[in-house]
């Protein structure tokens, strides 16, 4: 039987790695060191998932490292900050050497893949929490911020929405789904991809005002760039671009998940018109699809419309983690 | 009956301050902005707390407050570092106001003592855990490294040790204390002093080799120096500082409880003779006292010896998450 692992052992062998880094002290001291690049603002995010919440007991760990990292690299994506490095502050309710492999090998598969280190972090007994700060770096002046939308911005969706939540819609039997379908939108849920490369290339080049990345639902978090720019808008709903399995359902699921799904990490962004070219022409560089999906008001309000321009009342409500 | 707390009136509610802060933008944002000191490097740890491992269920939340933010700041202490800002993580059962003022309270009380800003964070429904990410600055070249110290170093610790081990026996009734004394040495145990001015002012003197803050008690933390620095030491446990209650104890109890007690957040550091006039000045200066409590060999191990110099064996333990 193999022995137990210590809580040194197994940060030594799961989450230490032999190769350089960006810090200039990693795992092992008190405090990790980083050497910012002279210059560079440090945009910093942290996201904290729990079982039952975030993820279903069981959940498959590769995936979870996946996802653990992913949606903080979102918050950096919506920021326009280039990823550096994170902690990983993890309670376990034991140590169970399959479940660490897998997680390790999800983690560090999208770590290499936007050259974030992992610096630090601490590792306890405790029910599953998966804690991650993540840290960017960014241009002064270049961050894209919630409250910089203007009156007269297009609105814009990066990828597809509402797959994931179908997912979760097909796993509560809410919806009945073939099986193969229930894989593709369920890969939505589980691994998303965080659109570092198109928000790091909209910050840089300047044309964009502001950003958010979806993860309560479209409708949620464009009120909050609602709310910080003081200003309304209205979101074309059937121009909102569905995932492949959402895209065969009837147009009333279509519209709600699209619009208030929720875990989509895709990026919504505001722009003046002028804007349009250009960002379309990076979001072809970037590889990751944009559309344009509404416009920022003068009006307060969120107005929801159908592809004729009339109003539409979805009735929809946004994810809080403390109602119900 | 209140209305129940939404997730954004909660963090707003207990968590926005009116105040200007070291931030350039703080929380309210997909990331917070940091500006880093021109030149300096910024020390990071994260550490996450968990009922009924490193608190008892149902403690009282201002201590809860304090306590999450000192185990970090020592961590900076430990390397030398200034604290400038911190996130915080926090996962709760439900969303109890009057909880949440009270871990608030302590929280931004000992915050505010070292201008340690709160830049952002996350709140989500789960089992309790707390977990902080803190942010300090120093000088390239001035981090005490764990991996410093040097055959015929001195070790020093700062303060006192075992009080809070004293605490815990108390509560568990392994040891039967007064309800007075239960009290002081609990104080010590559920509010740590974090050694920030200490650790930054000898980081600053350069005239420390290695230190760590004793969080896992001494024998294990001092552990940790050796390995990293590849020496032994010798440590003289009856000249370790027992805590103004376990003083009073019997010899075999004190020894045990300094050198292994577990959750002091006192100093360690070696550092070479010639520097033994200016700590003591330093630790003057900063209102802490310090003791040399052994030094630093070249043969690989740690012996302990009493106050004659004659080998103790006591059978010490150091603290491990996964362990049993």
Known sequence: MPQALSEFDLIKQYFVRQRPGRATLGIGDDCALLTPTAGKQIAISSDMLVEDRHFFAGADARMLGHKSLAVNLSDLAAMGARPVAFTLALALPQADRHWLAGFAEGLFALADEHG???IGGDTTKGP?????TVFGEL????????????????????GALGDARLALAGYRMEQNLPPADLATA???MHTPTPRVALGCALAEAGIVHAAIDISDGLVGDLGHILKASHVGATLDVDALPAGPVLARQDSALRRRYTAAGGDDYELCFTAPAASRDAIAALAISCGTPVTRVGRIDTEAGLRLVDAAGLPLDLQLTSFDHFSG
């Open 116 to 118: 974030c280190e992992l």
């Open 128 to 132: 599953l929490n998966i804690c991650i």
């Open 139 to 158: 241009a002064p002046g270049q961050a894209l911020r919630r409250s910089a939308a203007r009156a007269g911005d297009d609105i814009w969706i990066s």
């Open 186 to 188: 369920a890969a939505r």
